[in-house]
Every structure is written in structure tokens, then in C-alpha cells.
């Protein structure tokens, strides 16, 4: 008889534009996610995500210099489909329901509290 699965954690990547936000993100999060990956710019974002066959994203939608918005259509496309939570400084009920139409699984307010 085989053993059950034990699950894998998925690896973290976490795109903002503030190191100091990634790194904290980062540490706050690794009893749930290892490894951690930091991306500075949708271009890192999406080539982690490529990388990896089981990822969890958080997308700060404001610090990013690009469009945090085109970041999770972009990650939602690929063919891998990593899971993609967004993050904002500013919440509002519109932009929480524009990224679960785009595909994210989840909207956070920052600051994030583990």
C-alpha cells in the first residue's frame, strides 16, 4: 500500500518594486511557501513564474513600474498557471473584484500580516 502524497508548498514569488517589502514578505511567509523568489519587474515575474511548476505569486499592483494588472493576465496566460494573489496599499472593492475576474485567487490589503 503507498503512502499518501505529502504536498508540496509552492514556491513564493513575490513582485513589488520595494526590495525591502519583497524581503519582508519573504520572511513572513516561508513556513508556507519555500522557496522564495523576489521580482522587481513583471519581466522577473513572469520568467520565475515560467521556471517553476508549482508557484504562488503576490503582485503589489502600485509599485510596479509596469502594470500590475497586465502582470496577473500575463501569469494567468501561461500555460503553467502559476496561482496569483494580488496586493494593495489602497483597497477598494472595484479593484478587488478586477483581479478575481483577471484570475487571482485572492486580494490582500497591505500591510500583509502573517
Same mark, same amino acid.
Given at each position: ?13 513575490? *513582485? ?16 508556507? *511557501? ?11 515575474? /513572469? ?64 500591510? /500583509? /500580516?502573517?
Amino acid at each position: 500500500m503507498e503512502s499518501p502524497a505529502i504536498p508540496v508548498p509552492p514556491t513564493l514569488i513575490v *513582485a513589488d518594486a520595494v526590495p525591502e517589502a519583497r524581503r519582508l514578505l519573504g520572511i513572513m511567509l516561508a513556513p508556507l *511557501a519555500s522557496p522564495f523568489v523576489e521580482a522587481a519587474t513583471v519581466q522577473q515575474a /513572469v520568467d520565475a513564474a515560467r521556471a517553476q511548476q508549482n508557484a504562488l505569486v503576490l503582485v503589489d499592483l502600485a509599485s510596479l513600474a509596469e502594470d500590475g494588472f497586465g502582470l496577473i493576465e500575463q501569469l494567468v496566460a501561461l500555460g503553467s498557471a502559476p496561482m496569483v494573489c494580488a496586493m494593495s496599499a489602497e483597497p477598494t472593492p472595484e479593484e478587488e473584484a478586477r483581479v478575481l475576474l483577471l484570475g487571482a485567487i485572492g486580494y490582500l490589503a497591505k500591510p /500583509v /500580516v502573517p
